[in-house]
């Protein structure tokens, strides 16, 4: 049987690595494409990439019918995103890939995002997209929320560290390396080839990037206590790709041993031998995340680094791992393509 | 039935692309992966990203029984690869992808190369790999030897037009650029990030380039007589990815028409309706090749723009098209994947 | 003694490149920038690479007092500059960098820019700013328009050759790639990072990109009978940077010969030894053009390849020397700095 | 007076930018350029960015006359630099840009570099290169050891909060983004522009990277005590930058007038305003340092940003501003044009 699916967002970068990821998916069709002020184009007229694809043409969200629909993915903007999934079926599962369902606290939500939530109802139901960590859940959810791409990576490297206690919770240290396309098709100045390509920089240093908030959700949720690490993300001129760096207080080995275990029989989360550490470039484009540990020269001290691709492990592709669970399909469907190198 | 599959020059980069499409052909499983410098290594040592695949160890040329591989892919360097090729069994079916066997004529072969050929035997079994227009003949082929990814580019542009004698041969003037890849891992200066990366120029200017000596020979071979068109590529700061803008005399709906004859079944080759023309960013990774036309201002003058992904339809990808071909699994087999953008 | 001069749009790319270049002229100081929508703000907010530099608060256009003023640099919006200039003072020195006063006829301005000439009075004593060939006009001018980056390009190949008559006027074509700063600071899906990194396609194809008009105007003042190029650029992943490629019916000789001689005693446009193109990589951040020439296989057909930086040389070097003219400095002055390589 | 300068090691990036800044100096002029390996070649066909100069035919180091020449920068690489000042007149000023002449102590030396050094002697009257923190010494010096460029950022961050005890010395993280011409013109895969562009990764992780010498030997100097700091590098896919981001334990008031005081009157190295931060793109090609710093959310921890370009700060441009005090010419002089961007 092949599942229905509706993409509403379909004109930015994780609607289009939507498309591509399910086009290599047998259990999925997609049967909806919205994007409002697109409606009426072609897909292929957006994204000319995928002009070998037959697929919807573009419409309004209101136009789907969802009464055919198996599960729709929203890559809506945030805050969008909220009121339009408060529109539609109770029964609809849904895989939202914006910032509205992630936090669990009302108040955290309006803190890191500024605005009351509009659909308290829905965030209550919703179940935090971190597959590794939230699988059964996730497997009966209705509403499952994806997780920021930054958020993702630093939890990948450290939440097995804080559950099992190897690490000194006081002195988490994540330098973050990201790519543009996180930043998405937005019309920005800084994001300008020409403004960006050859200069790199630091933003939203001090601790005031929103995924913070979900930094200190999970971490507090194992630690049982609250949790505040240090989080500096830096913009460098690459597409696709995130490197973490862990500066934490802990054993080398004890660090390594817990990723092994925590990891041993994840599809898609490889970790790596001690020493050996991971680049962006080998896993571009594929759902792969790679963690490496190396003990620095200052006994007690350990880097921990961990690389993904934002638009693949990051967000689309975690958003089908989920989706795949939610539909009773192998978890793993559509998501074993290899990186592209170079 | 699986197929199984070697491939011989597995260090470089149309040896680890042919491992990364193959990983998703359900009908092939690789069983050998020769290195001679780097035998005894295991792949993810060599190419980080192949990581997730089980693969085998690296080993010698020497090493493989042959008696149980269904096809072979040499990857080898020119003028190697005929000699190994020479000795290997006489029924092995072969895709190289070099440049040894891909001149029929041992003259023009020895004018481009420079040296005498050392498998002429071997050269005169040989079938050219431009999948479109040599199908039938790679289908009950034993050897089939790839294109340069300059002459795909060029071949696709203009074999049915010249063939269809609807421009003037006379005036054909093809500009290309061309992604670094193509150069392969070679230790050059002028490869490295800090010399190629924000700079770009032309090289083998004047119709030295060596893939001439195979326009020279599939134009006259359609032509039936003697024809020298113009070739100048050019080097950009991409990694991936072939354009080529030709300048050609005709009328333009007569070259739009006869693309379109010539590829309207074909599943990779795409032509774009009159007056679009395609980028090089919306084939990467695949095994697409988009056409446009564009009439000049000047009556009579066309412009017709080519882009496929050197590493890809220019190379390790024809490859596998060929291979399932001569293996009898469907053409697209394990190359649908849709481009990687952004 | 030292000039005082105004720069009227300051946010831009060129206005930000007039300030690097002047700030190493030590007969120029700057008295005033204009940057309207940021007025109020200082040069550093806007471009912090200017940082280090003392310069004026950025204001609006009105605030200036011009009769202080030696020379204005119009780094303005097409179309805006024409309706600023014929407000300024009459006597006041303008080199202007809009495409406003490129072309002598109304008519033809019209054609290309779509709008009626709002300053045709100030278009009537405008000199066409390509140094080379307008410099005794441009020591006497009062207003100069500097040319387009890519017409200025294609001139330095072409105009010598075409008066010279080496060359067959029916054939010339001319492919252009283009680095991205050559489109400002404007805020296009396109220019992205994500988008056009990575990625190259050309635009404008068929002969409809406006620096046609000047190609137009300049082959036919010099061939004295109307003459129609083939251009077609090509937007390539690098920051500056234009390399021309034309393709010419002639003796390569007589094309080397010609430029040789055109270009013998000039500070700036250095002819390469036969056989030998130019790079981008090699003129980057400085106000020299390299041409090289190389014959094709084909008997009696030429390539001929020109390279500059479209912000310097092409528009903001070329304003300054220009500049430099018409106030009796050194033509040269702030404008020997070597290129940036790597 | 016009100094005659001599360069060793003309054929590298660091050789190469050392004429750069040189061409725009009035007070020096290059009489004679080294390079062994392409000596008898014309600087033009090494670099041909640098083709408008009139230079000296590179040549042997043992052809050179040192009698009549006033200052020689060597740009050789380490090891062999040790092994040629050893053999230059006793009296000739020379500023080093290897790593030979770095570390005072000679065991510290054989710890980092494997060998025994083979030029104590001199060794022994070296004045470490760093401007801002030797300047009185480097004036009356013989021979000045260049610094790491990694040094050098980190140097000019922690220094002067060291020195003033502002901050925890037992917690002192630096996390580095260094552009790849750092690694010279060094013919390795992983500097390749298909390997290393699209691509970011940690290296020399834990504390192994040979730049970690000159900080413990310039900590410990001025904390009076052994002191080890965390470091880890990372290449970024651009040419020329790093940037450095220090995590630090102290009060973000105290730190940024530190850092205020420190260099309140240097003319190149420049501290933002509170919570303001560098980037790579707004220093490249010029000889300024910014520095910003943030504080953390969480209380009593502050993130503290530098930018420098590797080549001119970083190396070359810190050799000619001390040979300028060597020389008794204006520090500044070759050095205050203003960064390229875009």
């Known amino acids: 049987m092949t599942h229905k699916i509706a993409i509403l967002g379909a004109s930015g970068y994780t609607g289009a690595e939507l498309v591509r990821l399910i086009s290599q998916h047998a259990g999925m069709e997609i049967v909806a494409l919205a994007a409002e ?4 184009l072609e897909m292929a007229q957006v994204f000319p990439h995928l002009r070998h694809l037959s697929l919807p043409t573009l419409c309004k ?3 789907i019918d969802f009464s055919g629909i198996d599960l729709c993915f929203c890559a809506l903007p945030h805050k969008t995103s909220q009121e339009v999934i408060s529109g539609l079926p109770l029964d609809l599962k849904i895989v939202d890939l914006s910032a509205d369902f992630r936090l669990r606290d009302a108040d955290a939500y309006k803190k890191w995002y500024g605005n009351d939530h509009a659909a308290l109802e829905q965030q209550s139901e919703a179940v935090y997209g971190l597959t590794e960590f939230y699988r059964e859940d996730i497997r009966t ?8 791409c930054n958020a993702a990576t630093g939890l990948y490297l450290l939440l097995p560290l804080i559950s099992a206690a190897v690490i000194d919770l006081d002195h988490i240290i994540l330098d973050m390396k990201c790519a543009v396309s ?3 098709r937005a019309l920005k100045e800084n994001l300008l080839h020409a403004e960006l390509s050859e200069g790199y920089h630091p933003y939203a240093v001090g601790g005031t990037h929103r995924h913070m908030g979900e930094f200190d959700q999970e971490f507090e949720r194992v630690a049982g206590r609250p949790l505040r690490i240090q989080f500096t993300p830096h913009l460098v001129p690459a597409n696709r790709g995130i490197l973490a760096t862990a500066y934490v207080h802990g054993d080398a080995n004890a660090v390594l041993d817990t990723l ?10 490889q970790v790596l031998p001690m020493g050996e550490v991971p680049s962006t470039r080998h896993i571009r484009g594929s759902n792969f995340c790679h963690i490496g540990v190396v003990a620095d020269r200052i006994d007690g001290r350990v880097i921990v680094v961990a690389a993904l691709d934002n638009l ?4 689309s ?4 791992q989920n989706a795949n669970l939610m539909l009773g399909e192998d978890e793993r469907a559509g998501l074993m393509m290899a990186p592209l190198f170079p």
């Not at 959810?141 to 920021?148: D, K, Q, S």
């Open 141 to 148: 959810a209705r509403l499952v929320a994806g997780t920021g």
């Open 182 to 184: 996180g930043a998405g």
């Open 61 to 63: 969200i209101g136009e």
């Open 260 to 269: 092994n275990a925590a990891y041993a029989s994840e599809p898609f989360i």
């Open 317 to 320: 592709g975690q958003a089908l």
């Open 37 to 40: 002020r697109k409606a009426g």
């Open 312 to 315: 693949t492990k990051g967000s």
